[in-house]
């Protein structure tokens, strides 16, 4: 059972540590959700919303979550540790989001149709990209020989702050992926609203995660 922190009101930690569980199940659930629509291996694009979900749903959800004070499933690992679940998970999130992007590139071009033209295309790139410069931008964290010359708290808040600004990307990408003609075709109405809530949700639970962290260090300094 995650414990509540001392510091701060009993409801008020509860509730957080509810919505941190809860991101678990939701990310997992989502995930599968697409997996069951998609039915990946059934075309080539069947592939492409399965991993793409899989990589910013799923993989890298849980990479924040592992930080979590209050949900982490291995909270009372060293951090050292928990920076290397992190990574992990964060470099299975940047494969399956390549092979996700391969996937589309690929159908597109033997469809000969264009490619990134829309929003939900030039997002998801984007996403993608900074996925790949955040696994990099990582390894200094984990190998600190490769941080000579610089402040790793730094590092690690510039690497927290441009995480979530990616995690943000990722979730606006699954939310413009479910306004294509292919998920409007399989879910509308009501079952649509509550699929485009589970990213929005989880984003929401990821971005109090990772500011109140660094506003409690913030706080803590005299």
Request: with cysteine.
């Amino acid at each position: 059972m995650a414990q509540v922190p001392e510091s701060e009101p009993r409801i008020y930690g509860y509730l957080r540590v509810t919505c941190g569980v809860a991101d678990h199940v939701l990310c997992a659930a989502f995930t599968v959700f697409i997996a069951v629509l998609a039915r990946p291996g059934s075309s080539l694009f069947s592939w492409h919303p399965f991993l793409m979900t899989l990589a910013f749903s799923f993989f890298m959800t849980e990479a924040i979550l592992i930080f979590s004070p209050v949900a982490s499933p291995i909270r009372k690992f060293p951090h050292k540790t928990k920076g290397c679940y992190h990574w992990v998970l964060q470099c299975l999130c940047m494969v399956s989001a390549g092979l996700g992007l391969a996937a589309i590139s690929y159908n597109k071009h033997v469809n000969d149709k264009p490619h990134f033209s829309t929003w939900h295309g030039l997002t998801g790139l984007l996403t993608a990209c900074g996925t790949a410069l955040q696994s990099a931008g990582g390894a200094p964290l984990i190998y600190h020989s490769l941080a000579k010359g610089w402040s790793l708290s730094k590092l690690k808040r510039y690497h927290a702050a441009s995480g979530l600004v990616v995690y943000l990307l990722g979730s606006a990408s699954l939310v413009l992926g479910m306004c294509s003609l292919w998920f409007t075709a399989s879910v509308r109405g009501a079952g649509w609203y509550l699929a485009a809530a589970c990213p929005v949700l989880s984003a929401l639970v990821i971005m109090n995660q990772v500011t109140s962290a660094y506003m409690a260090k913030k706080a803590l300094r005299p």
